[in-house]
């Protein structure tokens, strides 16, 4: 017994003192330093003299080394809540970090003709480039996150540039950049005019991307990079009769991101500056799947297949499954499906996998999601309808109860047993009991 204990103590010591050190290693270790350089025909960032062409994402609630493991090198963050170990886990993985820093939106109430607004502001974001830019991990700096959206105060866009130039003084060794949502000329050209500061200016569209043959035009006049990209928006889809929004499936989003990436984004950024997709991990907006390219329980959808595939060339050894298609009463999601309560119907989904692995299927059914959120903006979860199926819910083909009156989804997650998954959901409405 007291043996075990010395063992065990001894152990501790060990791995504290091995993450002393690393600790220690990385507070001692230099900035590398990172830039943006004009080449014939465009621009590309640099970083420890070598071009850096940026394969990333926007990550959260899975670990870094996910990221890595499909061939991504970089990624990056919405604000500086979680810098530290953000960073550090970085650096242990290869990784680099474009770094949100903490500069407000006029939409949430912020007043950029407040100088003392303004000034607080501007001392927190020194602050945190003060804590941060040193560490080997670090790349850029984004001041602010779509500070375009729904504003009004052109002065927004002075304070960008004034706090370019404050970073820039501060740690010459890193670049800066600001988001924008806006794919138009005139967005773009305000920003470069009022903010000339900045080393690039990065845009964040998703259907919108579709755009991009012709918005090269004044986009190339200066450099730039992708720094939010992914599925449809829930914005941007067709909808059914009651204003629903019909969400693609996993397999269809697999896709897209394939033709996303080869067809608008590489032809246009390589070599460049490179891009982030959105969102490697999971959240909830409007559905817990619209956005997630992992499941709750951390399962990879074909989405990530997909971003190894354009990142390294190949495939993962075990891909995601193949979702074909989703019924409920014999309908699909575009065909407005409408219950009545109390009912039962056959909902039926068809899948496959490649390599052949054993699926099991998880249903449930939620409440529509009443959030008129917008820009990502927190949104609640969604509970289940309990007592939703007549029967087994882990088939390819089980029975729902409509449940009382009102607006629904019905969800399909299907598991291939080797950490893959695929969903799908259809958006369906109940009406009250027929006499």
Same mark, same amino acid.
């Given at each position: 017994?007291?043996? !075990?204990?010395?063992?065990?103590?001894?152990?501790?010591?060990?791995?504290?003192?091995?993450?002393?050190?690393? $600790?220690?290693?990385?507070?001692?270790?230099?900035?590398?330093?990172? +830039?943006?350089?004009?080449?014939?025909?465009?621009?590309?960032?640099?970083?420890?003299?070598? *071009?850096?062409?940026?394969?990333?994402?926007?990550?959260?609630?899975?670990?870094?080394?996910?990221?890595?493991?499909?061939?991504?090198?970089?990624?990056?963050?919405?604000?500086?809540?979680?810098?530290?170990?953000?960073?550090?886990?970085?650096?242990? /993985?290869?990784?680099?970090?474009?770094?949100?820093? %903490?500069?407000?939106? +006029?939409?949430?109430?912020?007043?950029?003709?407040?100088?003392?607004?303004?000034?607080?502001?501007?001392?927190?974001?020194?602050?945190?480039?003060?804590? =941060?830019?040193?560490?080997?991990?670090?790349?850029?700096?984004?001041?602010?996150?779509?500070?375009?959206? &729904?504003?009004?105060? /052109?002065?927004?866009?002075?304070?960008?540039?004034?706090?370019?130039?404050?970073?820039?003084?501060?740690? *010459?060794? /890193?670049?800066?950049?600001?988001?924008?949502?806006?794919?138009?000329?005139?967005?773009?050209?305000?920003?470069?005019?009022?903010?000339?500061?900045?080393?690039?200016?990065?845009?964040?569209?998703?259907?919108?991307?579709?755009? @991009?043959?012709?918005?090269?035009?004044?986009?190339?006049?200066? %450099?730039? @990079?992708?720094?939010?990209?992914?599925?449809?928006?829930?914005?941007?889809?067709?909808?059914?009769?009651?204003?629903?929004?019909?969400?693609?499936?996993?397999?269809?989003?697999?896709? /897209?991101?394939?033709?996303?990436?080869?067809?608008?984004? #590489?032809?246009?950024?390589?070599?460049?500056?490179?891009? =982030?997709?959105? #969102?490697?991990?999971h959240k909830q907006e409007r559905?817990?799947?619209?956005?997630?390219?992992?499941?709750?329980?951390?399962?990879?959808?074909?989405?990530?297949?997909?971003?190894?595939?354009?990142?390294?060339?190949?495939?993962?050894?075990?891909?995601? %499954?193949?979702? !074909?298609?989703?019924? #409920?009463?014999?309908?699909? $999601?575009?065909?407005?499906?409408?219950?009545? &309560?109390?009912?039962?119907?056959?909902?039926?989904?068809? $899948?496959?996998?490649?390599?052949?692995?054993?699926?099991? =299927?998880?249903?449930?059914?939620? *409440?529509?999601?009443?959030?008129?959120?917008?820009?990502?903006?927190?949104?609640?979860?969604?509970a289940d309808v309990p007592d939703?199926?007549?029967?087994?819910?882990?088939?390819?083909?089980?029975?729902?109860?409509?449940? !009382?009156?009102?607006?629904?989804?019905?969800?399909?997650?299907?598991?291939?047993?080797?950490?893959?998954a695929a969903h799908a959901n259809?958006?369906?409405?109940?009406?009250?009991?027929?006499?």
């Amino acid at each position: 017994m007291t043996l !075990e204990v010395k063992k065990r103590s001894r152990a501790t010591k060990v791995a504290a003192s091995v993450f002393i050190s690393l $600790a220690a290693a990385l507070s001692l270790a230099q900035a590398v330093p990172v +830039e943006v350089l004009a080449f014939e025909g465009g621009y590309t960032l640099v970083r420890e003299g070598k *071009p850096y062409f940026v394969r990333g994402a926007g990550v959260a609630g899975v670990g870094l080394e996910t990221l890595a493991k499909r061939g991504g090198n970089s990624v990056r963050t919405w604000g500086i809540e979680e810098a530290q170990s953000t960073l550090d886990e970085a650096a242990r /993985h290869g990784l680099t970090v474009a770094m949100g820093l %903490p500069v407000a939106a +006029e939409r949430f109430g912020f007043d950029y003709d407040d100088a003392e607004s303004i000034a607080k502001q501007r001392a927190n974001v020194r602050d945190a480039v003060l804590k =941060y830019k040193d560490h080997p991990a670090l790349l850029a700096w984004i001041i602010g996150n779509e500070l375009d959206m &729904s504003f009004t105060n /052109h002065r927004v866009y002075d304070e960008v540039n004034e706090l370019s130039r404050m970073i820039h003084e501060l740690d *010459p060794n /890193h670049v800066t950049t600001t988001t924008i949502t806006a794919l138009d000329r005139e967005t773009v050209e305000l920003v470069r005019e009022r903010a000339p500061d900045l080393d690039f200016v990065s845009i964040q569209a998703y259907g919108a991307l579709a755009l @991009m043959p012709k918005a090269i035009a004044y986009l190339s006049e200066g %450099p730039f @990079m992708v720094t939010e990209w992914g599925p449809l928006g829930h914005w941007e889809v067709g909808k059914t009769r009651w204003g629903a929004a019909i969400e693609p499936t996993s397999t269809e989003k697999a896709r /897209h991101f394939l033709q996303q990436y080869r067809d608008l984004i #590489l032809p246009y950024l390589g070599p460049g500056l490179g891009s =982030y997709a959105f #969102l490697w991990g999971h959240k909830q907006e409007r559905t817990h799947t619209w956005f997630s390219l992992f499941t709750e329980s951390g399962a990879t959808t074909g989405a990530v297949d997909a971003l190894e595939l354009v990142w390294t060339g190949r495939l993962p050894v075990n891909q995601a %499954p193949v979702l !074909e298609s989703i019924s #409920l009463a014999r309908r699909s $999601a575009s065909d407005s499906v409408r219950l009545t &309560s109390g009912r039962s119907y056959v909902a039926k989904v068809v $899948a496959s996998d490649t390599e052949n692995d054993d699926l099991t =299927y998880v249903w449930s059914v939620k *409440p529509e999601s009443d959030a008129s959120t917008i820009g990502g903006d927190l949104e609640a979860s969604i509970a289940d309808v309990p007592d939703a199926f007549d029967g087994a819910s882990d088939e390819a083909t089980v029975r729902l109860i409509a449940p !009382e009156p009102g607006n629904y989804r019905l969800f399909v997650e299907i598991y291939d047993g080797q950490g893959n998954a695929a969903h799908a959901n259809i958006p369906f409405i109940v009406i009250g009991r027929r006499r």
